[in-house]
């Protein structure tokens, strides 16, 4: 058995095709040339179209890609400049007051509260013997104001030499009467 040769080959899928057919009946190409060259340039322009759209397809995807991948960054720079660096900078004063760690800022926080509280209850103290020193010489006034009373006539005696009295300067006649009462209190 031989193969007829009469039959022609696909240019394309190379499978052997009966005569007077226009198309290959396994691939769907053209068996004439003259309507394979059109074919071909009928290709090349689709293909020609398919790679503009596609190209401007590609074009804007890749612009997404890229957008997409910017906005964590724009993101990131954002959360940087509003927390990390505020933060940095915070952590940079507490090295320099001579904080390590939060454990040695709670530790100076405790201490400055211990001496805080030292320094009230000093304050507390010193108030109260104010307090008593006032109590003390606002009795001592009301002793001296009620001896007064009683040797009133007797300084009255003792202040009569010092008859310009009155006349004295505000200093002369506290020393005046600081003498007088040293004479009444002996």
């Known amino acids: 058995m031989s193969l007829d040769t009469s039959y022609e080959r696909c240019p394309k899928c190379k499978e052997p095709c009966a005569p007077g057919k226009k198309f290959c009946a396994d691939c769907g190409a053209p068996l004439d040339p003259a309507s394979a060259h059109i074919r071909a340039l009928i290709e090349d322009q689709v293909d020609r ?16 890609a890229v957008a997409a991948a910017d906005k964590p960054r724009e993101w990131l720079t954002h959360f940087l400049y509003w927390a990390a660096i505020p933060l940095a900078l915070i952590a940079i004063l ?9 454990n040695d800022f709670t ?9 805080v509280e030292r320094v009230s209850a000093a304050a507390q103290k010193t108030a109260e013997a104010a307090q008593q020193k006032a109590s003390d010489v606002s ?7 009620r001896r007064g009373d009683e040797h009133r006539p007797r300084l009255g005696r003792q202040l009569a030499p010092h008859a310009a009295y009155r006349r004295l ?10 003498e007088s009462l040293r004479a009444i209190a002996a």
């Not at 530790?107 to 001496?115: G, I, L, M, P, W």
């Not at 009795?139 to 001296?144: A, D, R, V």
């Not at 300067?169 to 600081?178: D, F, I, K, T, V």
């Open 49 to 64: 179209a398919f790679e503009t759209r596609f190209k401007d397809q590609r074009y804007v995807a890749l612009e997404t």
């Open 94 to 102: 507490l090295a320099i007051l001579g904080f390590r760690t939060y």
């Open 107 to 115: 530790s100076k926080v405790t201490a400055a509260e211990k001496q």
């Open 139 to 145: 009795k001592t006034l009301g002793s001296i104001g």
């Open 169 to 178: 300067s505000p200093l002369e006649g506290s020393r005046c009467l600081r």
